[in-house]
């Protein structure tokens, strides 16, 4: 699909490790989402067939085309693992990204991730690598700089482009600031301005005027939406439909999508099971009794006691 066409005021969900699990995926997808990413997923660990990531690029038939990806600071290791995605999934992959943009310890501290601001000769190498290795198009997810008050993000916008990538994504905080304070918005506009290829808007889009602001007003090509989507993946249809963020959603429609994602998740990785703590926490945030609910969702071991809190909730137990 032509690159314009494919990110044109789309909106998508965002990469997110240890959130983006194929069913959460799938859902978002169902309720409007036009493209979902993967956890990002790293290339050495699949060089290395390390069970865990290849397990991160499980795709649900109802999600497909995916965005996955990678991360990782050796160019040939990442080419290699792109072409062999490629060559695995083929049209059941949208894109692939590589990621240039995770602030942790674990990745940056490595030199991957955000390190690769700081090192955009690497960066390039790594870009023109990929992009010569498959010919699904490659973005790149990165931030407004690294450091606070050094925006660099528009000259690796420009990097990244001559490299050949088919659309950047910006996420409008410094890599220092990890995901604390607002993001900078009108970064997108600087970006735009300094290249021809789409531009993705990363960064606190929780309302219809968020998407508004950035496709309209900094002239964004798509936006993703991140923690908005957490426990909430409603937010991408009242995004498309214009309406409040937070459209009001029954009881019975929250157990029934967290029921949905507790069997999808217990089918698929059981032993992944504890990842629906933090997501029950969320589907039933700001709801009377949630409290209590995030409390007792941290003694849940098995299936059962997961359903049986689902029953619960949907019983009225935790709202008297
Ligand atoms: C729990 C969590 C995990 C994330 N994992 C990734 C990731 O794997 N790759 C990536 O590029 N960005 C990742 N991000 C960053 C988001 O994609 C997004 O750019 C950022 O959260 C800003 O958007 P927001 O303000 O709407 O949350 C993650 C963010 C969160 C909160």
């Given at each position: 699909?032509n690159?314009?066409?494919?990110?044109?005021?789309s909106?998508?969900?965002?990469p997110m490790a240890?959130?983006?699990d194929p069913?959460?995926?799938?859902?978002?997808?169902?309720?409007?989402a036009?493209?979902s990413?993967?956890e990002?997923?790293?290339?050495l660990?699949?060089?290395y067939g390390?069970?865990?990531?290849?397990?991160?690029?499980?795709?649900?038939?109802?999600?497909?085309?995916?965005?996955?990806?990678?991360?990782?600071?050796?160019?040939?290791?990442?080419?290699?693992?792109?072409?062999?995605?490629e060559?695995h999934?083929?049209?059941?992959?949208a894109l692939?990204?590589?990621?240039m943009?995770?602030p942790?310890r674990?990745?940056a501290g490595?030199?991957e991730?955000?390190?690769?601001?700081?090192?955009?000769?690497?960066?390039?190498?790594i870009?023109?690598?990929?992009?010569?290795?498959v010919?699904l198009?490659?973005t790149?997810k990165?931030?407004?700089?690294?450091?606070?008050?050094?925006?660099?993000?528009?000259?690796?916008?420009?990097?990244?482009?001559?490299?050949?990538?088919?659309?950047v994504?910006?996420h409008?905080?410094?890599?220092?600031q990890?995901y604390?304070?607002?993001?900078d918005?009108?970064?997108?506009?600087r970006?735009?301005?300094?290249?021809?290829?789409p531009v993705?808007?990363?960064?606190?889009?929780?309302?219809?005027?968020?998407?508004?602001?950035?496709?309209q007003e900094e002239?964004?090509?798509a936006?993703?939406v991140?923690r908005?989507?957490?426990?909430?993946?409603?937010?991408?249809?009242a995004?498309?439909?214009?309406?409040g963020?937070?459209?009001?959603?029954t009881?019975?429609?929250?157990?029934?999508?967290?029921?949905?994602?507790?069997?999808?998740l217990?089918?698929?990785?059981?032993?992944?099971?504890?990842?629906?703590r933090?997501?029950?926490a969320?589907?039933f945030?700001?709801?009377?009794g949630a409290?209590?609910?995030r409390q007792?969702?941290?003694?849940?071991?098995?299936?059962?006691?997961?359903?049986?809190?689902?029953?619960d909730?949907?019983?009225?137990?935790?709202?008297?």
């Amino acid at each position: 699909m032509n690159n314009k066409l494919l990110f044109m005021s789309s909106v998508l969900l965002a990469p997110m490790a240890g959130v983006n699990d194929p069913v959460f995926r799938r859902i978002c997808r169902r309720f409007g989402a036009d493209l979902s990413y993967s956890e990002m997923v790293s290339a050495l660990g699949l060089a290395y067939g390390s069970a865990r990531s290849a397990e991160l690029l499980y795709i649900d038939d109802m999600e497909k085309p995916l965005a996955v990806q990678l991360f990782g600071k050796d160019p040939q290791v990442l080419a290699e693992q792109a072409r062999l995605l490629e060559e695995h999934y083929g049209s059941d992959l949208a894109l692939i990204d590589i990621n240039m943009g995770c602030p942790t310890r674990k990745i940056a501290g490595k030199g991957e991730g955000a390190a690769l601001m700081r090192d955009p000769a690497l960066a390039e190498r790594i870009l023109r690598s990929v992009v010569e290795a498959v010919s699904l198009p490659v973005t790149v997810k990165f931030r407004r700089g690294y450091d606070a008050g050094q925006e660099t993000a528009a000259q690796f916008a420009q990097m990244a482009e001559a490299a050949g990538v088919a659309a950047v994504a910006v996420h409008g905080r410094w890599a220092v600031q990890l995901y604390s304070g607002q993001a900078d918005r009108q970064v997108i506009g600087r970006v735009k301005a300094a290249v021809g290829i789409p531009v993705i808007a990363s960064g606190d889009v929780y309302t219809p005027a968020d998407v508004r602001f950035y496709l309209q007003e900094e002239g964004a090509d798509a936006v993703m939406v991140a923690r908005g989507a957490q426990g909430n993946p409603w937010i991408f249809s009242a995004l498309k439909a214009g309406l409040g963020a937070t459209p009001q959603i029954t009881l019975t429609e929250r157990v029934a999508v967290a029921r949905e994602h507790l069997c999808g998740l217990s089918e698929l990785f059981p032993h992944r099971l504890a990842a629906m703590r933090k997501h029950i926490a969320w589907y039933f945030k700001g709801i009377p009794g949630a409290v209590a609910i995030r409390q007792q969702v941290n003694n849940c071991l098995q299936l059962a006691d997961y359903l049986q809190l689902l029953d619960d909730i949907q019983s009225g137990r935790f709202n008297r």
